[in-house]
């Protein structure tokens, strides 16, 4: 595929972007680290998609594990980053709901659908959502968006997978490769 600006990336947070902590939450900003080359990641596909969005499932909030507070700051401490080394983020989604249905929980398409009402330019069709789970190929499939994963949390994933269209080992390795896709 020829990516350019007609094209929205799509990203998971925790395990993308930021270190995640799996088994619990990522919770304490003091503890809150961008992942290596993440930043020069985000630079270049800057220059390549016209709409680059977060979709991140933060029930953590809504369980009293860490404030809604933490988790913008987390946010803003990301988007400065990005900021600063050229890259953007357009927009931070998040879905902080207790139930697994609720429409704005991955695996549900809601979060998307709130970014395509956002960036009306978005097509589905044109869209790429990088994750590290298989609720996040499951949120974009549902949405009828491309998947890539990177197996930094989840290990147990069987390659060839119907949920998933590519694998990576980081952002950096998918944005130095992303002309082989």
């Not at 998971?12 to 919770?27: C, H, T």
């Not at 977060?54 to 913008?72: L, P």
Request: aromatic content about 8%; charged content about 25%.
């Amino acid at each position: 595929m020829i990516y350019n600006k007609n094209w929205t990336l799509f990203l998971d947070r925790d395990g993308v972007l930021n270190e995640d902590n799996p088994g619990d939450y990522v919770k304490d900003l003091d503890k809150y680290r961008i992942m290596p080359g993440v930043k020069e990641a985000m630079k270049k596909l800057s220059g390549i998609f016209g709409t680059i969005v977060v979709c991140t499932n933060q029930r953590g909030v809504s369980k009293g594990v860490f404030t809604i507070e933490t988790m913008h700051a987390m946010n803003n401490i990301l988007l400065k980053e990005i900021k600063n080394s050229g890259g953007r983020i357009d927009k931070i989604y998040y879905a902080i709901d207790l139930e697994d249905n609720a429409p704005n929980r991955k695996p549900n398409p809601g979060m998307a659908l709130q970014a395509k009402q956002d960036f009306p330019q978005i097509d589905f069709s044109k869209s790429i959502m990088v994750g590290n789970n298989i609720s996040d190929m499951q949120f974009a499939r549902n949405a009828g968006i491309n998947t890539t994963i990177f197996l930094t949390t989840t290990n147990d994933v069987t390659l060839p997978h119907p949920l998933i269209d590519a694998k990576f080992d980081s952002l950096k390795s998918f944005a130095d490769n992303i002309d082989l896709l």
